[in-house]
């Protein structure tokens, strides 16, 4: 990722000097809606039932700001990176499951153990070409970091963290003002299916896709 940004950095610098484009930097806010189908199967003694396969679909609304800088070719061309610092919750699910414990006496009791389960995500960060003046396409390359939380009355485990690559797209409008310009857009991006074992050996899988209305304001230079 680094190497790409690099990349792109350089061209633009360069492109900039030969045919005199512009630079714009900026900021922007946006009503994302997180979406994760996820399933976890828990380790019974290393088989999979029907019992320990669970499965949940769970959405979240967050605003998220970032922070943006692109080259904008003559040519209708636009290359950027945008930055979004803070982190957001996917959501959080609890499952409660009941298990029978047979005593010394070989009495029979049932009792209930509660798992709950949230996420987050953060360093939410895009590489994206934009094609078009008034009206525009955007495609783009995106990659986060998810964090994990587990809590159990047993030892279910914990799963930790992982970094998703992603694929975005989108179209919206431009308005130039001056130097000023203003950028309203709707995107999609659909990140790689997130795989997880935690401690004990359960197994997690997810899909995260996250749509985003967004609201931009650039100043070119």
Same mark, same amino acid.
């Given at each position: 990722?680094?190497?790409?940004?690099?990349?792109?950095?350089?061209?633009?610098?360069?492109?900039?000097?030969?045919?005199?484009?512009?630079?714009?930097?900026?900021?922007?806010?946006?009503?994302?809606?997180?979406?994760?189908?996820?399933?976890?199967?828990?380790?019974?003694?290393?088989?999979?039932?029907?019992?320990?396969?669970?499965?949940?679909?769970?959405?979240?609304?967050?605003? /998220? @700001?970032?922070? *943006?800088?692109?080259?904008? =070719? #003559? &040519?209708? +061309?636009?290359?950027? %990176? !945008?930055? $979004?610092?803070?982190?957001?919750?996917?959501?959080?699910?609890?499952?409660?499951?009941?298990?029978?414990?047979?005593?010394?006496?070989?009495?029979?009791?049932?009792?209930?153990?509660?798992?709950?389960?949230?996420?987050?995500?953060?360093?939410?960060?895009?590489?994206?070409?934009?094609?078009?003046?008034?009206?525009?396409?955007?495609?783009?390359?995106?990659?986060?970091?998810?964090?994990?939380?587990?809590?159990?009355?047993?030892?279910?485990?914990?799963?930790?963290?992982?970094?998703?690559?992603?694929?975005? /797209? @989108?179209?919206? *409008?431009?308005?130039?003002? =001056? #130097? &000023?310009? +203003?950028?309203?857009? %709707? !995107?999609? $991006?659909?990140?790689?299916?997130?795989?997880?074992?935690?401690?004990?050996?359960?197994?997690?899988?997810?899909?995260?896709?996250?749509?985003?209305?967004?609201?931009?304001?650039?100043?070119?230079?």
């Amino acid at each position: 990722m680094k190497k790409i940004l690099v990349t792109i950095a350089a061209f633009a610098l360069y492109s900039s000097s030969v045919f005199a484009d512009s630079f714009g930097f900026g900021v922007s806010g946006s009503l994302a809606l997180i979406e994760a189908d996820g399933k976890e199967t828990e380790n019974a003694a290393g088989s999979e039932t029907e019992a320990s396969k669970f499965t949940k679909d769970v959405e979240n609304d967050a605003f /998220i @700001g970032s922070i *943006f800088a692109e080259y904008i =070719s #003559d &040519y209708g +061309v636009t290359v950027g %990176i !945008e930055h $979004t610092p803070g982190s957001a919750d996917v959501s959080d699910k609890t499952h409660t499951r009941t298990e029978t414990a047979v005593g010394v006496s070989g009495e029979s009791t049932n009792g209930s153990i509660t798992r709950t389960a949230a996420a987050e995500i953060e360093n939410f960060n895009k590489l994206y070409v934009e094609y078009g003046n008034v009206g525009y396409v955007r495609v783009g390359f995106a990659q986060l970091d998810v964090n994990t939380q587990e809590t159990a009355q047993t030892d279910g485990g914990t799963y930790g963290n992982t970094t998703l690559d992603g694929y975005s /797209i @989108g179209f919206g *409008f431009k308005h130039d003002a =001056s #130097d &000023y310009y +203003v950028k309203s857009s %709707i !995107e999609y $991006t659909d990140f790689d299916t997130l795989s997880l074992t935690s401690s004990s050996s359960n197994k997690l899988t997810a899909d995260l896709d996250v749509t985003e209305f967004k609201v931009a304001i650039g100043k070119a230079f």
